[in-house]
């Protein structure tokens, strides 16, 4: 996701130069009294912006994956119980980075895999800062150059290429 964002948009991505990769952001005094954590780290934070994203594989938060036929009573309710604190945690998460004036925007591999997901998730965050900030300024600029390209489906193409095991590219043409 992070070498679309800062891809040029003539070479498939979105022009947005200035990213950070997990980062931790600290917390100001009042929330670290009521927190357990010194700071929250957003998976990528767009530097000009008061965005982020948190992105999350299929792998976060399975419940597919747990098989109960294996497992007793208690087994079971353990496992639900760790995947009930990880959702816990990450809208803490979320909660915690926007009070510190970062918003922050999940992305799942859904988004990735629909049609237009991340293009749509990408504008979401050019929206949030336009609507919080009253300006995205040349961020939102190349975005949306991004999106009216012609590329817009060669770069679905080439996210569908880097999931083979679900077939990549045979998921379809624009």
């Not at 999350?56 to 079971?76: F, N, T, V």
């Not at 190349?142 to 060669?154: D, F, G, I, P, T």
């Amino acid at each position: 996701m992070s070498l679309f964002l800062v891809r040029d948009v003539g070479d498939l991505g979105y022009g947005i130069k200035g990213i950070t990769l997990n980062e931790r952001e600290g917390f100001a005094q009042e929330l670290r009294r009521n927190s357990s954590a010194s700071g929250r780290i957003p998976d990528i934070s767009v530097d000009d912006l008061p965005i982020g994203f948190n992105y999350d594989g299929y792998g976060h938060l399975d419940l597919g994956s747990i098989d109960i036929s294996s497992l007793s009573e208690e087994e079971l309710k353990g496992k639900l119980t760790a995947v009930r604190e990880k959702y816990v945690d990450d809208l803490r998460r979320n909660r915690e980075l926007l009070a510190q004036g970062r918003i922050v925007l999940p992305v799942v591999a859904e988004d990735l895999i629909q049609r237009g997901g991340l293009d749509s998730a990408v504008l979401e965050a050019v929206l949030a800062a336009e609507r919080f900030l009253g300006s995205s300024g040349k961020i939102g600029i190349q975005v949306r150059r991004a999106l009216a390209s012609e590329s817009a489906a060669k770069r679905q193409q080439l996210i569908w290429s880097l999931y083979p095991w679900l077939g990549g590219t045979s998921l379809g043409a624009y």
